[in-house]
T-cell receptor, first 115, second 112 residues
């Protein structure tokens, strides 16, 4: 399927477990992003990547790890899940046009519950 | 750094009413500006954008004009429909990057 997909769509886990959320895009976009959405906070950037093997922290990176070995994939790992990481997670991607900011395209989201 | 202030919701309107959702930002220079919409249970999707001062973005009957004098990018629609019920996010670009700053969003509820 063309576009940007996330898996799983729903996940329930327990405190202390490792969880990986997957993100895949078919456009060969350079940039990829991970956000979390919480009531009262809007969307906050966790990590982003400008290209394969290039990642950088966003506003709220603590407790998360990312990698980007291939352009199309950008997995997000919670190394030891905590209840405060219960949230809806969105992945997004965008291209780049001569340094101008391009539209970000969002996946459908993963709803994560940490018990 | 750049920041955004968005009108708090919820905004409740009757069908065919006029809509304004205010958005102001602080920024260095003239960043690109975006409005995204999130329908229930879905991810965000681009509604419209403007890349330079005085540009007007428009889509699906929605409009927003990039006002550098007032550092604003207010969203307007002349006649809302029930199907416009969603959360709307104003998002300027953060500095000289490809990152967006999202406000907390404004929930719009349109009643028949």
């Amino acid at each position: 399927d063309a576009g940007i997909t996330q898996s799983p769509r729903y996940k329930i886990t327990e405190t202390g477990r490792q969880v990986t959320l997957m993100c895949h895009q078919t456009w060969s976009h350079s940039y990829m992003f991970w956000y979390r959405q919480d009531l009262g906070h809007g969307l906050r950037l966790i990590y982003y990547s400008a290209a394969a093997d290039i990642t950088d922290k966003g506003e709220v990176p603590d407790g998360y790890v990312v990698s980007r070995s291939k352009t199309e994939n950008f997995p997000l790992t919670l190394e030891s899940a905590t209840r405060s990481q219960t949230s809806v997670y969105f992945c997004a991607s965008s291209g780049s046009s001569s340094g101008r900011v391009d539209t970000q395209y969002f996946g459908p989201g993963t709803r994560l519950t940490v018990l | 750094g750049n920041s955004v202030t968005q009108m708090e919701g919820p905004v409740t309107l009757s069908e065919e009413a006029f809509l304004t959702i205010n958005c102001t930002y602080t920024a260095t220079g003239y960043p690109s500006l975006f409005w995204y919409v999130q329908y229930p249970g879905e991810g965000l999707q681009l509604l419209l954008k403007a890349t330079k001062a005085d540009d007007k973005g428009s889509n699906k009957g929605f409009e927003a004009t990039y006002r550098k004098e007032t550092t604003s990018f207010h969203l307007e629609k002349g006649s809302v429909q029930v199907s416009d019920s969603a959360v709307y996010f104003c998002a300027p670009v953060r500095g000289a990057t490809n990152k967006l700053i999202f406000g907390t969003g404004t929930l719009l509820a349109v009643q028949p």
